[in-house]
């Protein structure tokens, strides 16, 4: 395990530089969708200049309520980039619950996939503190459509510089000894996990990662982090993004084989079905997985 030692910076360094070096590589697919290193910072900036616009700037806090997605990826990108704080929503808590945590989150806007616009539209007349609701989806009802937005935002914006100590993200527990409570983290203590992670796992620039957890979830999204990060040895890693498990087996089985060098954190329930698809060296419909480790809790499991 070799873990790189020093500040990282900020994790909107981390875009910047895979932008500058690998413009070109590939650093999420989804369901078909890429997003280069380029492309993922330019986005980010149309996203961030977006929220600049409507009086969202650094230390404020924007809610994302969505599965995996390709704009799960680009808005955690857009905050990381412009100083804001996000706070990820666990979609598999229950409206209450969600409803308590947006209240003591005190977002300034929302991001929701359409598949909750009934539980945001309940939510609306007690959600004080947002001043922006923005649908993943064509618009419908008075929410603002999410692709309007980036499209009105500047892909050559100035970000704000800020130091790496700064808070990026503010997640919260699931309650299950109480009431969901909130964490904050750094900037820097962010990218320090994700290269643990990556030391951990031992991957390296030509390695894909293939993600199932939920990246509303801490170990999800450092997972996300440690793709993009990959040691800082050479800053380019790839990161295939699935909704679901289904849509995991799905990815492998669909991957030639000579261009799949994965690794990936699984839910926990897989390490016991032993003869899962998902799982390191079993075969399914004639076929290996790729993947050389699974990551199910704290440790990987590897494959030799």
């Given amino acids: 395990m070799n873990a790189i030692k020093g500040d990282f910076g900020s994790l909107a360094d981390i875009l910047r530089r895979n932008a500058a070096h690998f413009s070109d590589v590939p650093a999420v697919l989804f369901e ?58 666990n979609h598999r808590l229950a409206q209450p619950e969600i409803g308590r945590i947006l209240l003591d989150a005190e977002p300034a806007l929302l991001f929701y996939q359409s598949g909750f616009a009934d539980m945001v539209d309940e939510l609306k ?73 990556s030391a951990v796992m031992q991957s390296d620039c030509h390695d894909r990662g293939l993600l199932v957890m939920p990246i509303c979830h801490a170990g999800g999204k450092r997972f996300q982090m440690a793709a993009l990060l990959q040691r800082l040895a050479a800053v380019r890693g790839r990161l295939s993004l699935c909704a679901d498990q289904a849509a995991a087996a799905k990815w492998w089985l669909s991957m030639p084989m000579a261009s799949v060098s994965a690794e990936g954190p699984m839910p926990k329930a897989l390490s016991t079905r032993r003869t899962s698809p998902l799982m390191p060296g079993c075969r399914h419909q004639g076929r290996a997985c790729p993947l050389r480790r699974a990551r199910m809790t704290s440790n990987p499991l590897i494959v030799a």
């Fill in 32 to 89: 078909g969708k890429a997003r280069s290193h380029r492309d993922l910072l330019s986005r980010a900036r149309c996203i961030g200049s977006a929220l600049a616009q409507r009086g969202i700037g650094p230390g404020d806090r924007v809610a994302i309520l969505s599965h995996n997605a390709m704009e799960f990826t680009e808005i955690y990108a857009a905050t990381e980039l412009a100083g804001v704080v996000a706070v990820p929503l």
């Fill in 125 to 197: 007349p007690a959600l004080g503190s947002i001043r922006h609701f923005v649908r993943i989806a064509e618009n419908e009802g008075d929410a603002e459509d999410y692709s309007t937005l980036v499209k009105q935002g500047d892909p050559a914006w100035e970000e704000p510089r800020f130091a790496s100590g700064e808070i990026a993200h503010l997640l919260y527990t699931s309650g299950t000894t109480g009431r969901p409570k909130g964490c904050l983290q750094s900037h820097r203590s962010s990218a320090f996990a994700a290269n643990n992670i």
